[in-house]
């Protein structure tokens, strides 16, 4: 039976391999190939697992390799690495590549190589990083916020949205097509970010001092604001110096880029003086 597997895949099959893999025959006399074979097994039905979720539609499979080591998905896109190189004959990934690793791989169409892809794979690879945004907005403590620009996901999702930005303002279509357009703008608005973060942030930091500024004119005309200061000395503080940061803000405003902000003063009737 050694003689044959030895021989190749064509006079032995990879189905008659497996069967005997899972009947516990001893390959290579001592079992090592099939415990190795048994943790591949698990890892590729990890990788099946992944195309099963994010690509059910597709006729082959690609994992990337996520950049983040605490992506669900992580070791999953490293194992798929790791087999391209142990098929490449490099002896620090492991044992020598298998016939019935092969036959494996290439029976649920692996993609070993993709620049051969092309185009097709150029949006397999945008699919990917939007996976890697769910992945960051998966963890409750990322509402509201969007990723770092110093790691790779965070440029790749201010990209978008300069795109996005971009093409409204210059009645384009080129830039992000309106399927990806529609897939990342109900992510985004799911987790409360909008396409124009930074102004979005800016915005809500001149509402969130004007309430303060609100509430600070309602203790005085109620006649309650020397009760309040007793009481709450430090919050009383940090309103005032958030309606005073605002007046001092405002005067900066003048110019294209910051106009679009004084109408929130005006419409709040706030003193700019």
Known sequence: MH??????????????????????????????????????NLEFQKMLEYKAKFDPDKD???????????????????WCAHQKQRRKGNKNYGMDWLPYEEEKMNSVNFVWDLSKMGKRIDKDRWMDNLAEVEDYYSNSNNYKTVPSQKTYIGHWLSDQMSFKTKQDRENRNDLI??????????????????????????REGILSKLEDWRY??????????????????????????????????SKR???????????????AGFPYK
Request: no cysteine.
């Open 3 to 40: 003689a044959l597997y030895n021989q190749g895949t064509d006079a032995f099959p990879f189905e008659i391999f497996e069967t005997l893999l899972n009947a516990e025959f001893p390959f290579d006399g001592i079992g090592r190939i099939r415990k190795h074979l048994i943790d591949w």
């Open 60 to 78: 082959y499979i690609h994992v990337p390799q996520f950049k983040n080591p605490s992506n669900k998905y992580f070791k999953v896109g490293q």
């Open 177 to 202: 097509s309106e399927e990806h357009e529609l897939m990342l703008g109900q992510l985004l608005k799911q987790n409360g970010v909008e396409w124009e973060y930074r102004k979005q942030m800016e």
């Open 216 to 249: 600070v004119e309602n203790l005085k005309v109620t006649g309650n604001l020397k009760e309040f200061r007793d009481k709450n000395p430090q919050i009383l503080k940090k309103k005032r110096d958030n309606v005073a940061q605002l007046r001092s803000q």
């Open 253 to 267: 405003w003048n110019n294209d880029k910051n106009n679009w902000k004084y109408k929130y003063l005006d419409d």
